[in-house]
């Protein structure tokens, strides 16, 4: 048309959508995929599967010594574990993806079956098919009795039903009833149950924090909950820093193991005091008896025992009469008899040597092991039973400088190999000792092996969601009763009139939505209810 001007926006010259359309559509799409079902049990396949590492390696949140002891054990797998986080698995940033993956999924699968849920409650049961003969379950028969009364009497006998009475002509009655609305309830509850339980548990990882420490069975000072510095291993959330911590006070007084016969732990007990906020300044001790899985609740702080161990107890009289006495906690390196290793450091009393380098270079230092039921093959030590019941040591002592006074870290289990290769640390005997024991280095310094005390590992953790995970939890397990016993179901009644004005035809039609399974009896119940005159054919 002339004088006209129109103005046609063509995706492109080929005629294929823009490439913001073609973004588009794929962002469409891969959110359909992202939040649909089969996707969010995947990715919960996919949570389970990556938490296997965090069972069955060891984290560097729980045990770091333990990780390094595993990475040093293994020099050429043990670095490419720890770069792909496999000692961090529940920190890591490929747990974290799945995890919120999975929270996203199923937060997009359930919102619209929520709405579809709600519009189903608002909505009346469907219309009576027209062959109701073709449902699963079905009957008829010829009630004595007008249209209207037979319409009350299935009323009456589907109370708690929600009922819907149609008009399909002049003469014919429809009767639609539906029930187990609850089912997908049960199921929508399941799933957001597991939605909190996610949620509570990532916040628990944000905000709390855990640590262990190892404390002394002998009533000694123990340790206070006001530092990390505290603790041997510490993880602070990542919303934590370690301060603001719960504030109490523990010390272990005792600690008892039940053994089996064959040297089996039964159970752990530790008797411990404890004092909580204006006890501290008072010196107010309560007492509490801490058992395996029957942690110690301090405000928002548990205290568990997790595990146990010995500490032997060394002397050291140096040359001048001054004498040095240490315990310290062994590691145990057999779980079965708690045959342990570790380490002591002896740094000589003030005075001994005027110098301070000769008195770096005349530092005691111990390593071995301590067997709580001796037994000797020769001169080599082992523990046939894990009871303190015949404690001895086979150990080496070294003279020179053992690095207390160097700044570094340093393992509390072992002595640092460099200083002995160096030659700065001298092995000047190895001995096998029980308690009371003693030996003379060539100076006239006497080591002395004094007994065992044993040691409890406590770990105290403070999780804020900790309840919430809990109600997630039971709630799920409601949920998941009510999606599993209760059955969708519906039920249609045709009513026509019969020969006479006091007959009338009744036609019933049952469908159970989900699962067939235990329907059938409920559908006889009623039929046998409403159909009490004669049949026109059995029921299929």
Same mark, same amino acid.
């Given at each position: 048309?002339?004088?006209l001007?129109?103005?046609?926006?063509?995706?492109?010259?080929?005629?294929?959508?823009?490439?913001?359309?073609?973004?588009l559509?794929?962002?469409?799409?891969?959110?359909?995929r992202?939040?649909?079902?089969?996707?969010?049990?995947v990715?919960?396949?996919?949570?389970a599967?990556?938490?296997?590492?965090?069972a069955?390696l060891?984290?560097?949140?729980?045990?770091?010594?333990?990780?390094?002891?595993?990475i040093?054990?293994r020099?050429?797998?043990?670095?490419?574990?720890?770069k792909?986080?496999?000692?961090?698995?529940?920190?890591?940033?490929?747990?974290?993806?799945?995890?919120v993956?999975?929270f996203v999924?199923?937060?997009?699968?359930?919102?619209p079956?929520?709405?579809?849920?709600?519009?189903?409650?608002?909505?009346?049961p469907?219309?009576a098919?027209?062959?109701?003969?073709?449902?699963?379950?079905?009957?008829?028969?010829?009630?004595?009795?007008?249209?209207?009364?037979?319409?009350?009497?299935?009323?009456?006998?589907?109370r708690?039903?929600?009922?819907v009475v149609?008009?399909?002509n002049?003469?014919?009655?429809?009767?639609?009833?539906?029930?187990?609305?609850?089912?997908?309830?049960?199921n929508?509850?399941?799933h957001?149950?597991?939605?909190?339980?996610?949620?509570?548990?990532a916040?628990?990882?944000?905000?709390?924090?855990e640590?262990?420490?190892?404390?002394?069975?002998d009533?000694?000072?123990?340790?206070c909950?006001?530092?990390?510095a505290?603790?041997?291993?510490?993880?602070?959330?990542?919303?934590?820093?370690?301060t603001?911590?719960?504030?109490f006070c523990?010390?272990v007084?005792?600690?008892?193991?039940?053994?089996?016969?064959?040297?089996?732990?039964?159970?752990f007990?530790?008797?411990?005091?404890?004092?909580?906020?204006?006890?501290?300044g008072?010196n107010?001790?309560?007492?509490?008896?801490?058992?395996?899985?029957?942690?110690?609740?301090?405000?928002?702080?548990r205290?568990?025992l997790t595990?146990?161990?010995?500490?032997?107890?060394?002397?050291?009289?140096?040359?001048?009469?001054?004498?040095?006495?240490?315990?310290?906690?062994?590691?145990p390196?057999?779980?079965?008899?708690?045959?342990?290793?570790?380490a002591?450091?002896?740094?000589?009393?003030?005075g001994?040597?005027?110098d301070?380098?000769?008195?770096?270079?005349?530092?005691?230092?111990?390593?071995?092991?301590?067997?709580p039921?001796?037994?000797f093959?020769?001169?080599?030590?082992?523990?046939?039973?894990p009871d303190?019941l015949?404690?001895a040591?086979?150990?080496?002592i070294?003279?020179?400088?053992?690095? *207390?006074?160097?700044? $570094?870290?340093q393992?509390?289990?072992? =002595?640092? #190999?460099? &200083? /002995?290769?160096?030659? !700065?640390?001298?092995?000047?005997?190895?001995?096998?000792?029980?308690?009371?024991?003693?030996t003379?280095?060539?100076d006239?310094?006497?080591?002395?092996?004094?007994?065992?005390?044993?040691?409890?590992?406590?770990?105290?953790?403070?999780?804020?969601?900790?309840?919430?995970? *809990?109600?997630?939890? $039971?709630?799920?397990?409601?949920?998941? =009763?009510? #999606?599993? &016993? /209760?059955?969708?179901? !519906?039920?249609?009644?045709?009513?026509?009139?019969?020969?006479?004005?006091h007959?009338?035809?009744?036609?019933?039609?049952g469908?159970a939505?989900?699962d067939?399974?235990?329907?059938?009896?409920?559908?006889?119940t009623?039929?046998a209810?409403?159909?009490?005159g004669?049949?026109?054919?059995?029921?299929?």
């Open positions: 048309m002339t004088g001007h129109a103005t046609v926006h063509a995706p492109d010259r080929e005629g294929r959508p823009s490439p913001i359309r073609r973004s559509e794929t962002g469409r799409n891969l959110w359909r992202l939040t649909s079902m089969s996707t969010a049990l990715l919960l396949f996919l949570l599967l990556a938490a296997l590492p965090g069955m060891p984290q560097r949140s729980l045990n770091a010594q333990k990780v390094d002891q595993y040093a054990d020099p050429a797998l043990g670095p490419v574990m720890d792909v986080e496999l000692f961090d698995v529940f920190a890591s940033f490929w747990f974290t993806a799945i995890y993956l999975l999924s199923l937060i997009g699968c359930l919102l079956r929520l709405a579809d849920h709600f519009r189903a409650l608002r909505s009346d469907v219309r098919p027209r062959n109701l003969s073709r449902l699963p379950h079905h009957d008829l028969g010829t009630l004595h009795i007008s249209t209207e009364q037979a319409t009350e009497q299935v009323r009456a006998a589907l708690g039903w929600r009922v149609r008009s399909e002049a003469a014919t009655v429809s009767i639609s009833a539906e029930k187990g609305y609850l089912r997908e309830a049960g929508l509850i399941f957001f149950s597991l939605i909190g339980l996610l949620a509570a548990v916040l628990g990882r944000l905000f709390g924090y640590g262990s420490v190892i404390v002394i069975a009533g000694g000072p123990g340790f909950n006001t530092s990390p505290v603790y041997d291993s510490f993880r602070a959330g990542n919303s934590t820093d370690g603001g911590l719960e504030p523990v010390k007084n005792d600690f008892t193991a039940d053994y089996l016969d064959n040297g089996q732990a039964e159970m007990t530790s008797n411990i005091s404890f004092q909580t906020g204006e006890q501290i008072a107010t001790w309560q007492d509490y008896r801490l058992r395996v899985n029957e942690p110690l609740r301090v405000g928002g702080a205290v568990y595990g146990h161990g010995y500490a032997p107890t060394f002397t050291v009289t140096f040359p001048d009469g001054q004498t040095r006495t240490e315990t310290m906690q062994f590691r390196d057999d779980a079965t008899t708690f045959l342990s290793s570790g002591l450091r002896f740094d000589p009393p003030g001994t040597y005027a301070p380098e000769e008195r770096r270079k005349n530092q005691i230092a111990i390593e071995g092991l301590f067997a039921t001796a037994y093959n020769g001169t080599l030590l082992t523990s046939v039973f303190l015949d404690p040591v086979a150990v080496d070294y003279r020179g400088d053992s690095g *207390l006074d160097t700044g $570094i870290p393992s509390i289990f072992s =002595l640092n #190999s460099e &200083l /002995i290769n160096q030659g !700065r640390l001298v092995k000047e005997d190895r001995v096998n000792l029980r308690p009371g024991e003693s003379a280095l060539p006239g310094t006497q080591v002395r092996f004094d007994g065992a005390e044993e040691f409890a590992n406590l770990q105290v953790s403070h999780d804020p969601a900790q309840q919430w995970v *809990l109600v997630s939890a $039971i709630t799920m397990m409601v949920g998941l =009763l009510i #999606s599993l &016993l /209760i059955k969708r179901r !519906r039920i249609w009644v045709r009513l026509r009139p019969g020969a006479t004005e007959e009338t035809r009744i036609e019933l039609g469908l939505r989900t067939h399974a235990g329907w059938g009896a409920e559908f006889t009623i039929s209810r409403l159909v009490t004669s049949r026109d054919r059995p029921t299929p």
